[in-house]
């Protein structure tokens, strides 16, 4: 019963991760040739990422991300690529937000996250990206973030956890709760999806705060960094607050 009613659940926010065809047309399009000129001769590549890709999208966060790869000969700064990018779209109207690693726009009523990041030298699908929260840089690969997350089995848990993240008004980033997740619930069953939530609000409870993750891409990049203590603390005091409920109705709904 349990079970059924958490992947009832999962099923009523789950977005699938194909985009139809007015979305294509009308949000990605226009953003694509948008940010083609803006980027000129320096234009990598311009590919779908975040939940979307990773198959975790839910209907309660932000739609679509867009990543924007510059080529690695591209001389401007990265904090610089962020501000040009933030600066263009604001003239074009689309009356952007500066978000962590994002710039946030609404295009024909879809939210959509822009992740301008540079090309690393050599074939790889390394990038540097810049960090506005705390005016810094760091390395990824977020083709890698799709697979790891894409190949866990751990899809129906971690749309479950962004519910209750949304549900819940938490500021947890995506890639760090889906590590999350994924570490958690290292050799539990795959066909348990309620058990295995309870199982990660104790986690969250018990040793989310103090867990150092890092970025599967790049060692160096200490992604539960991403949060402040009293940020951590907060989802921590939620998933104590949750695991304490008696029914599944007042947990995630």
């Given at each position: 019963?349990?079970?059924?009613?958490?992947?009832?659940?999962?099923?009523?926010?789950?977005?699938?991760?194909?985009?139809?065809?007015?979305?294509?047309?009308?949000?990605?399009?226009?953003?694509?040739?948008?940010?083609?000129?803006?980027?000129?001769?320096?234009?990598?590549?311009?590919?779908?990422?975040?939940?979307?890709?990773?198959?975790?999208?839910?209907?309660?966060?932000?739609?679509?991300?867009?990543f924007i790869s510059l080529k690695s000969t591209t001389d401007n700064t990265l904090k610089e690529i962020y501000e040009s990018l933030y600066g263009y779209i604001d003239r074009a109207?689309?009356?952007?937000?500066?978000?962590?690693?994002?710039?946030?726009?609404?295009?024909?009523?879809?939210?959509?996250?822009?992740?301008?990041?540079?090309?690393?030298?050599?074939?790889?699908?390394?990038?540097?990206?810049?960090?506005?929260?705390?005016?810094?840089?760091?390395?990824?690969?977020?083709?890698?973030?799709?697979?790891?997350?894409?190949?866990?089995?751990?899809?129906?848990?971690?749309?479950?956890?962004?519910?209750?993240?949304?549900?819940?008004?938490?500021?947890?980033?995506?890639?760090?709760?889906?590590?999350?997740?994924?570490?958690?619930?290292?050799?539990?069953?795959?066909?348990?999806?309620?058990?295995?939530?309870?199982?990660?609000?104790?986690?969250?409870?018990?040793?989310?705060?103090?867990?150092?993750?890092?970025?599967?891409?790049?060692?160096?990049?200490?992604?539960?960094?991403?949060?402040?203590?009293?940020?951590?603390?907060?989802?921590?005091?939620?998933?104590?607050?949750?695991?304490?409920?008696?029914?599944?109705?007042?947990?995630?709904?």
């Amino acid at each position: 019963m349990s079970d059924e009613y958490v992947i009832k659940i999962a099923n009523k926010y789950h977005i699938r991760s194909e985009i139809d065809a007015t979305t294509q047309k009308y949000v990605i399009n226009p953003l694509e040739q948008l940010i083609s000129k803006w980027a000129g001769e320096c234009l990598n590549d311009i590919y779908l990422s975040g939940s979307r890709a990773k198959g975790t999208a839910i209907n309660l966060s932000s739609d679509l991300d867009l990543f924007i790869s510059l080529k690695s000969t591209t001389d401007n700064t990265l904090k610089e690529i962020y501000e040009s990018l933030y600066g263009y779209i604001d003239r074009a109207g689309y009356k952007p937000r500066k978000q962590n690693v994002s710039i946030g726009v609404n295009v024909a009523g879809k939210q959509v996250d822009l992740v301008p990041a540079k090309k690393r030298p050599g074939n790889t699908n390394y990038h540097s990206l810049y960090i506005s929260k705390r005016d810094t840089w760091t390395q990824t690969n977020v083709i890698e973030h799709i697979n790891t997350v894409k190949n866990s089995d751990r899809i129906t848990e971690i749309v479950l956890l962004k519910i209750w993240r949304k549900l819940h008004k938490l500021d947890y980033p995506s890639i760090y709760l889906e590590l999350t997740v994924i570490e958690a619930l290292k050799g539990k069953s795959k066909s348990a999806p309620a058990n295995n939530f309870l199982i990660l609000l104790d986690y969250l409870q018990n040793e989310f705060v103090d867990k150092k993750v890092v970025d599967p891409a790049n060692t160096s990049n200490v992604i539960s960094d991403d949060l402040y203590k009293y940020e951590k603390e907060a989802i921590q005091k939620k998933a104590r607050e949750s695991r304490s409920q008696k029914y599944w109705e007042d947990i995630i709904w």
